[in-house]
């Protein structure tokens, strides 16, 4: 039996990655400091595991930005519009101006576009492909990382991404071609990457198929079987894993058993089920290892021994003991570092403590487990094992985990919860006296630039150097400041800006009954980015309002109407670590009641205008169509629950970001907020289509600022595109606001941005009144 790691996570555990990175970015940094971090976080991933006694250690899991990009880079599919950089530049240099864009004397490029990883928070970048695109092995990071562990006497199981998958997670840039067919272009130089892997010394490579977990084509599982009959063939000496996770492989799975691989990987986690369905598969025919992903890549549980020895039990009486190994589920990138670096009580109890595993105690309890089942009865680990019963046991009759007033309340929810009072139409009346808002109305998505200072007193205030008045005062101040501004350059609709939020789903976490904090449970959101997920482990309720006092704040410095804003219960259970005692659509119903308490409260405190947020619905959608209406039904309705407590004149904004719309189009109409702001600047407004085509009812702000890059938009820019909005939609349902928040923007751009924003809507406005 092997222990097999899909990957580990690269930020450091102290996030020293993105640390060097964006000093390197700003000119702080030489190139080899950074390149020197690099080695140093690949060696220590790779030590801990090998001393930890893992088996099939994980290389080229390592990344300066995404493996995606890296994936670009190595099959050389590099966009014409960095052709001069990568004449003049370094290749790392070039890699981060596809990630981040180039904007200098010399250069003026755009990033490639960013895109969530299945349906993970993690962002990769989406490749582009041209109808004649060329592949060339332009880079061989994967063979020097597996060099760079051989050096230190690691023998490691390169990961690769399929061509396969490469290809369907990519963008025809052009008409006229499926990116599948430019598989034949592709596989030589994939077959010399192999090679060169190969010479290196590799026996084992793994090559990561997720796309296995989605509904393909029949063209697309040809494609595959091609690829690996030929890997095959290529290379019979090669121990071959396929590698696919988080979610069955369902209508795949007849063509995966076919395939001449080493070994198949199983996510056990996200599908238990397929275990049985393969061992009685008629086509299996037992010449393959099964990697058993049975420790969750994807959450900080820790496993259930006892259960996990069974399974490996059963599987191993049906195959032989040879053909098992133990794995995580799917990459460790999803979990945060280091368990044992958490020693403060106030964030994360004991209690809570004692449940947890996060990527290094999995490596642990992967050795554990193998050990069990081969049937070491030495103290050591028969203590884990005791250890792991008890701490289950505790968790399952703890005190903590269950209140009994929260499920009461959640069983006496009926449908008028979840329904507004009065129509869209009605409410709308009602809110246009109420508001007394121009034509064009201007709004901003909520966060207003997070400065380096203003993380700075949070810092200060968590270490005890600040007191808690003197970091409100801080606060206060800068929101002053904030509506001060938004009510010189002439906004209508305003908000506090955030300045008090960590981030929008760990902020609701820490003031939530039912979650607990991480101090350094971060995890890679993208590039530099990483977000610390709240860790949801029993009922959730609100024991106090969490945003009312600094709304009320912001609302009593202007007459004008300020926005309450709040994150709505799909993101933050889409955004937490979440229990797995419990359905997700009861745990979601339970944020919901909680937020429907607070939106409840801005009203009552007189906040006219309440925004939750929910960029999160989209991603949460289950892999596979066929599980998709049970899903929205439940987040449709959780949304419902949240807002529906208000009077008609409260108008309900909701905002969502960096989705396609199409398919689920009469789900966000069912929503029924009043306004929905969602991104369509860097579409040209193309995004918008599907709210026309549908004749989506309600109002509706489309972006017109692109916030995720520093340009600052024209107002001619801005007018044209409002112009082609009012072409679209009836001018009474159309607001103007950026794409999204501005908490990742510096103070100058935005204030010039949305100068020019307010200008376009007031010539638009000024164009209304000359046409009556
Ligand atoms: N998911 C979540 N949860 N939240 C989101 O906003 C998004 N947005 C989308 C999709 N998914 C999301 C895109 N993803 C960030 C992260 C994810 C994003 C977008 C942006 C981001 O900016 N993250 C920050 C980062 O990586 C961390 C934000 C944070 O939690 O830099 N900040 C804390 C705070 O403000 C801690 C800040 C910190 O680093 O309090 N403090 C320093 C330290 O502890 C000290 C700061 C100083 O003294 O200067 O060392
Ligand atoms: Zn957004």
């Given at each position: 039996?092997?222990?097999?790691?899909?990957?580990?996570?690269?930020?450091?555990?102290?996030?020293?990655?993105?640390?060097?990175?964006?000093?390197?970015?700003?000119?702080?940094?030489?190139?080899?400091?950074?390149?020197?971090?690099?080695?140093?976080?690949?060696?220590?991933?790779?030590?801990?595991?090998?001393?930890?006694?893992?088996?099939?250690?994980?290389?080229?899991?390592?990344?300066?930005?995404?493996?995606?990009?890296?994936?670009?880079?190595?099959?050389g599919?590099?966009?014409?519009?960095?052709?001069?950089?990568?004449?003049k530049?370094?290749?790392?240099?070039?890699?981060?101006?596809?990630?981040?864009?180039?904007?200098?004397n010399?250069?003026?490029?755009?990033?490639?576009?960013?895109?969530?990883?299945?349906?993970?928070?993690?962002?990769?970048?989406?490749?582009?492909?041209?109808?004649?695109?060329e592949?060339?092995?332009?880079?061989?990071?994967?063979?020097h990382?597996?060099?760079?562990?051989?050096?230190?006497?690691?023998?490691?199981?390169?990961?690769?991404?399929?061509?396969?998958?490469?290809?369907?997670?990519?963008?025809?840039?052009?008409?006229?071609?499926?990116?599948?067919?430019?598989?034949?272009n592709?596989l030589?130089?994939?077959?010399?990457?192999?090679?060169?892997?190969?010479?290196?010394?590799?026996?084992?490579?793994?090559?990561?198929?997720?796309?296995?977990?989605?509904?393909?084509?029949?063209?697309?599982?040809?494609?595959?079987?091609?690829?690996?009959?030929?890997?095959?063939?290529?290379?019979?000496?090669?121990?071959?894993?396929?590698?696919?996770?988080?979610?069955?492989?369902?209508?795949?799975?007849?063509?995966?058993?076919?395939?001449?691989?080493?070994?198949?990987?199983?996510d056990?986690?996200?599908c238990?089920l397929?275990?049985?369905?393969?061992l009685?598969?008629?086509?299996?025919?037992?010449?393959?290892?099964?990697?058993?992903?049975?420790?969750?890549?994807?959450?900080?549980?820790?496993?259930?021994?006892?259960?996990?020895?069974?399974?490996?039990?059963?599987?191993?009486?049906?195959?032989?003991?040879?053909?098992?190994?133990?794995?995580?589920?799917?990459?460790?990138?999803?979990?945060?570092?280091?368990?044992?670096?958490?020693?403060?009580?106030?964030?994360?109890?004991?209690?809570?403590?004692?449940?947890?595993?996060?990527?290094k105690?999995?490596?642990?309890?992967?050795?554990?487990?193998?050990?069990?089942?081969?049937?070491?009865?030495?103290?050591?680990?028969?203590?884990?094992?005791?250890?792991?019963?008890?701490?289950?046991?505790?968790?399952?009759?703890s005190?903590?985990?269950?209140?009994?007033?929260?499920?009461?309340?959640?069983?006496?929810?009926?449908?008028?919860?979840?329904?507004?009072?009065?129509?869209?139409?009605?409410?709308?009346?009602?809110?246009?006296?109420?508001?007394?808002?121009?034509?064009?109305?201007?709004?901003?998505?909520?966060?207003?630039?997070?400065?380096k200072?203003?993380?700075?007193?949070?810092?200060?205030?968590?270490?005890?150097?600040?007191?808690?008045?003197?970091?409100?005062?801080?606060?206060?101040?800068?929101?002053?400041?904030?509506i001060?501004?938004?009510?010189?350059?002439?906004?209508?609709?305003?908000?506090?800006?955030?300045?008090?939020?960590?981030?929008?789903?760990e902020?609701?976490?820490?003031?939530?009954?039912?979650?607990?904090?991480s101090?350094?449970?971060?995890?890679?959101?993208?590039?530099?980015?990483?977000?610390?997920?709240?860790?949801?482990?029993?009922?959730?309720?609100?024991?106090?309002?969490?945003?009312?006092?600094?709304?009320?704040?912001?609302?009593?410095?202007?007459?004008?109407?300020?926005?309450?804003?709040?994150?709505?219960?799909?993101?933050?259970?889409?955004?937490?670590?979440?229990?797995?005692?419990?359905?997700?659509?009861?745990?979601?119903?339970?944020?919901?009641?909680?937020?429907?308490?607070?939106?409840n409260?801005?009203?009552?405190?007189?906040?006219?205008?309440?925004?939750?947020?929910?960029?999160?619905?989209?991603?949460?959608?289950?892999?596979?169509?066929?599980?998709?209406?049970?899903?929205?039904?439940?987040?449709?309705?959780?949304?419902?629950?949240?807002?529906?407590?208000?009077?008609?004149?409260?108008?309900?904004?909701t905002?969502?970001?960096?989705?396609?719309?199409?398919?689920?189009?009469?789900?966000?109409?069912?929503?029924?907020?009043?306004?929905?702001?969602?991104?369509?600047?860097?579409?040209?407004?193309?995004?918008?289509?599907?709210f026309?085509?549908?004749?989506?009812?309600?109002?509706?702000?489309?972006?017109?600022?692109?916030?995720?890059?520093?340009?600052?938009?024209?107002?001619?820019?801005?007018?044209?595109?409002?112009?082609?909005?009012?072409k679209?939609?009836?001018?009474?349902?159309?607001?103007?606001?950026?794409?999204?928040?501005?908490?990742?923007?510096?103070?100058?751009?935005?204030?010039?941005?949305?100068?020019?924003?307010v200008?376009?809507?007031?010539?638009?406005?000024?164009?209304?009144?000359?046409?009556?």
């Open positions: 039996m092997k222990t097999n790691v899909l990957g580990y996570p690269r930020i450091g555990a102290k996030r020293e990655l993105k640390k060097v990175s964006e000093r390197y970015w700003k000119g702080t940094a030489t190139k080899t400091e950074l390149v020197e971090m690099g080695k140093q976080l690949k060696l220590s991933n790779w030590k801990l595991m090998q001393n930890a006694g893992i088996d099939l250690i994980p290389s080229n899991d390592f990344s300066f930005y995404d493996q995606v990009l890296d994936a670009t880079l190595t099959y599919c590099i966009p014409a519009r960095y052709q001069k950089i990568k004449e530049e370094s290749q790392l240099d070039l890699y981060f101006a596809m990630a981040r864009g180039l904007q200098n010399e250069f003026d490029v755009t990033a490639m576009e960013m895109t969530k990883w299945f349906d993970t928070n993690y962002h990769y970048l989406v490749p582009e492909f041209t109808a004649n695109q592949f060339e092995l332009f880079s061989l990071k994967p063979v990382e597996f060099k760079e562990a051989l050096a230190h006497n690691i023998t490691t199981k390169p990961v690769v991404l399929s061509p396969v998958t490469y290809l369907l997670l990519g963008k025809e840039k052009e008409g006229g071609f499926n990116r599948i067919d430019l598989l034949d592709l030589p130089v994939f077959y010399k990457l192999i090679e060169g892997l190969v010479d290196a010394g590799a026996t084992y490579i793994q090559i990561d198929e997720p796309c296995l977990a989605l509904d393909i084509t029949d063209k697309d599982r040809e494609a595959i079987k091609k690829l690996y009959s030929t890997l095959a063939y290529k290379f019979p000496e090669l121990n071959v894993i396929l590698t696919s996770y988080f979610d069955c492989y369902g209508d795949n799975l007849e063509t995966v058993l076919q395939l001449p691989v080493h070994a198949l990987h199983l056990l986690v996200r238990s397929q275990l049985d369905d393969i009685n598969a008629t086509n299996f025919k037992n010449d393959k290892i099964l990697s058993l992903g049975i420790i969750d890549g994807r959450n900080i549980w820790k496993t259930n021994f006892e259960d996990t020895i069974a399974t490996i039990k059963k599987v191993e009486a049906q195959i032989g003991k040879d053909n098992v190994w133990l794995a995580t589920s799917c990459s460790l990138l999803h979990s945060p570092y280091d368990l044992d670096l958490e020693e403060s009580e106030e964030a994360l109890p004991v209690s809570v403590k004692q449940w947890l595993a996060f990527a105690q999995k490596v642990d309890e992967l050795v554990t487990l193998k050990k069990l089942a081969a049937g070491d009865a030495s103290k050591e680990v028969l203590t884990k094992l005791v250890d792991n019963t008890r701490a289950l046991k505790a968790k399952k009759e005190s903590i985990i269950h209140n009994a007033a929260v499920k009461a309340r959640l069983s006496l929810l009926t449908a008028k919860d979840s329904e507004r009072n009065a129509e869209f139409l009605s409410r709308q009346k009602i809110q246009k006296d109420q508001l007394k808002l121009p034509a064009y109305p201007t709004t901003t998505i909520g966060s207003f630039p997070q400065t200072e203003v993380r700075s007193w949070r810092s200060k205030f968590k270490k005890k150097e600040l007191s808690l008045d003197a970091y409100n005062q801080l606060i206060k101040q800068e929101i002053e400041e904030t001060r501004f938004q009510e010189k350059i002439g906004l209508d609709v305003l908000v506090h800006g955030e300045c008090e939020r960590n981030d929008m789903v902020y609701f976490g820490e003031k939530l009954e039912g979650f607990a904090i101090n350094f449970g971060w995890v890679q959101s993208y590039g530099s980015r990483a977000v610390k997920p709240p860790i949801l482990f029993g009922d959730v309720s609100r024991p106090v309002p969490m945003t009312v006092k600094w709304s009320d704040y912001a609302q009593s410095l202007s007459s004008k109407v300020v926005k309450g804003m709040l994150t709505g219960p799909v993101t933050i259970l889409q955004w937490s670590f979440v229990r797995n005692d419990q359905s997700r659509s009861e745990t979601c119903k339970q944020i919901a009641l909680a937020i429907r308490d607070e939106v409260d801005l009203e009552e405190v007189g906040l006219q205008a309440i925004q939750v947020d929910e960029p999160a619905i989209r991603e949460g959608l289950p892999l596979r169509k066929e599980h998709w209406s049970a899903y929205l039904s439940w987040a449709v309705e959780s949304f419902k629950i949240a807002t529906s407590g208000v009077a008609d004149k409260t108008q309900i904004h905002h969502m970001c960096y989705c396609e719309f199409n398919d689920i189009i009469q789900h966000i109409a069912n929503l029924d907020a009043d306004v929905i702001t969602i991104e369509t600047s860097r579409s040209k407004m193309d995004l918008l289509n599907v026309v085509d549908f004749k989506y009812p309600n109002e509706i702000g489309p972006g017109v600022y692109d916030i995720h890059s520093p340009r600052v938009p024209e107002v001619s820019e801005i007018e044209e595109l409002l112009q082609k909005a009012s679209l939609l009836p001018v009474d349902n159309i607001w103007v606001n950026p794409d999204c928040g501005l908490k990742t923007r510096d103070w100058p751009e935005t204030k010039l941005a949305l100068e020019n924003l200008q376009a809507a007031k010539t638009m406005r000024s164009k209304l009144e000359t046409a009556y």
